[in-house]
C-alpha cells in the first residue's frame, strides 16, 4: 500500500496554491476515473492528491451564449452530452461525449479531466515488464517492435507512436475550442489545439501546461457550421470502446459548395489532430462522395503506418468521408 496526502481545498485559488506547494508528485482528481485506474495499475503514484470535485465555480455548464458555449472543467461528461441545446446545435460535441467510455463512466468523469486522459498503449498501461518512454523517459519504446495496432500513424517520433484516446478533445479541435486556465501566476488561455504535445524526444510531457496549472473551462467560439457536423467513430465494437478511427467534421454550404470546413481525426494520432489538408480539398466544392471520398484520403496522405495498424490508413479516410455524408445531410443537402 502507498500512502498519499489527501487535500480538499476551498477555492480553486487555494487549489492551484495547493498544486504549487505540493510539487512534481501531486495530481487534481475530478472524476478520477482515470487518476485511480493508473494509480491501481501502478503507473502513477501521486504523493498528494488535491480533490477539486466539490468546487462548484468550476462546474458551469452554459450552451446558450451568442458568442460562445461554456463547458467548466467539472461538468460532468454526461450532463453536457444530455444537453439538448448541444444535441441540436453541435451534435459533434455532443456525440464525441456520448460515444465515449460508458453511462457510469461519464457520470463520474469531468470535461477538464478528460481532456488529460493518457494513452491506453497496452505497453505504458503494462508496467515495467516493458520499456517505454512515456512512463520511464529514456527506457525505450515496447510498442516500436511490438504490436503496434494501437500506434499512431500522425505525429509518432521515434521515441512514442502511442494514440491519444479521448474523443471530446477531438472534436473540440475541430471547433478551435480554448482551455481557461489559472494558476499561482494567474489566468491565461490555450487554443485547445496546443494543450496536446507531439511526442518528440520527451513523450513524458504530454501538455503544455505547467505542473501547478488547472483548467477552469473550456470555451467554444459559436459556427453556423454547427449544425451540420458529426463525431463518427469506428471501433472494434459499437459501444464501450475506444476509437480505431474518428473523424469530427462540420461544414457550412452556400450556393450549393462548401463555405467552410472543419475536420478532425481520433484514434490515429499521438494527439487531437485538426486536417487542414482535408479541408482544403472541401472549401469551394459541392459536398458529393467523391470530394468526400478525396478529402479523407489527403487526410491521411502524411501517415506512416507500421505493421499492424496499416489498415487504419484506408479506415481512416472512410471514417472521414462517411462523416462528411452525415454532415451533408445534416445540412439539409
Ligand atoms: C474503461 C474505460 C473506458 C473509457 N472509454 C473512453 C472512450 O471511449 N472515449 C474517451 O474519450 N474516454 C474514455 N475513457 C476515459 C474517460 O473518459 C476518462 O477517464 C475521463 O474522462 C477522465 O475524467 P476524470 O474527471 O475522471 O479525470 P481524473 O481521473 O480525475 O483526472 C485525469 C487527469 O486530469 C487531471 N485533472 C483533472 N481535472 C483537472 C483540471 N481541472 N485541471 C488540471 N488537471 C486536471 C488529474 O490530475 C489527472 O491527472 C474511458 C475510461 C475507462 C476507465
Redesign the pocket.
Known amino acids: 500500500m502507498r500512502s498519499f496526502t489527501y487535500l480538499r481545498p476551498a477555492t480553486p485559488a487555494e487549489a492551484v496554491e495547493a498544486i504549487a506547494d505540493g510539487g512534481p508528485g501531486t495530481?487534481?482528481?475530478?472524476?478520477?476515473?482515470?487518476?485511480h485506474?493508473l494509480m491501481k495499475l501502478g503507473v502513477e503514484a501521486p504523493l498528494t492528491i488535491i480533490d477539486?470535485t466539490h468546487l462548484d465555480a468550476?462546474a458551469q455548464l452554459d450552451t446558450s451564449g451568442p458568442e460562445e458555449l461554456v463547458f467548466g472543467?467539472l461538468a460532468r461528461?454526461s450532463d453536457a452530452a444530455a444537453d439538448r441545446r448541444l444535441q441540436q446545435d453541435y451534435p459533434a460535441l455532443s456525440e464525441a461525449l456520448s460515444k465515449?467510455?460508458s453511462q457510469q463512466?461519464r457520470n463520474?468523469?469531468?470535461l477538464?479531466?478528460?481532456l488529460?486522459?493518457r494513452t491506453r498503449c497496452a505497453y505504458f498501461r503494462g508496467g515495467d515488464a516493458f520499456p517505454c518512454n512515456k512512463r520511464a523517459p529514456g527506457s525505450g519504446c515496447a510498442a516500436r517492435d511490438g504490436v503496434d495496432r494501437g500506434n499512431a500513424l500522425l505525429g509518432a517520433s521515434d521515441a512514442c507512436a502511442a494514440v491519444y484516446?479521448?474523443?471530446?478533445a477531438v472534436a473540440l479541435a475541430a471547433f478551435d475550442a480554448v482551455v481557461d486556465t489559472l494558476s499561482p501566476r494567474g489566468e491565461r488561455s490555450i487554443p485547445l489545439l496546443d494543450l496536446h504535445r507531439e511526442p518528440g524526444s520527451t513523450p513524458d510531457v504530454e501538455t503544455t501546461l505547467a505542473p501547478d496549472e488547472?483548467?477552469v473551462r473550456i470555451r467554444v467560439p459559436r459556427t453556423q457550421a454547427g449544425r451540420a457536423s458529426t463525431y463518427h467513430k469506428i471501433r472494434d465494437r459499437e459501444s464501450y470502446?475506444?476509437a480505431l478511427t474518428s473523424a469530427a467534421v462540420a461544414v457550412r454550404l452556400s450556393a450549393g459548395v462548401v463555405a467552410e470546413a472543419r475536420v478532425a481525426l481520433g484514434g490515429v494520432a499521438t494527439r487531437p489532430w485538426r486536417s487542414p489538408e482535408a479541408e482544403d480539398v472541401l472549401l469551394g466544392q459541392p459536398l458529393t462522395e467523391d470530394v468526400a471520398q478525396r478529402a479523407g484520403q489527403a487526410a491521411f496522405a502524411a501517415a506512416t503506418p507500421g505493421t499492424h495498424n496499416t489498415f487504419k490508413v484506408e479506415l481512416g479516410a472512410r471514417t472521414v468521408a462517411d462523416a462528411l455524408m452525415i454532415a451533408r445531410q445534416r445540412a439539409g443537402e
Open positions: 495530481r487534481l482528481l475530478s472524476g478520477g476515473t482515470t487518476l485506474d477539486i468550476l472543467a461528461m465515449a467510455a463512466l463520474m468523469a469531468r477538464g479531466g478528460n488529460l486522459q484516446p479521448g474523443d471530446w488547472l483548467i470502446a475506444f
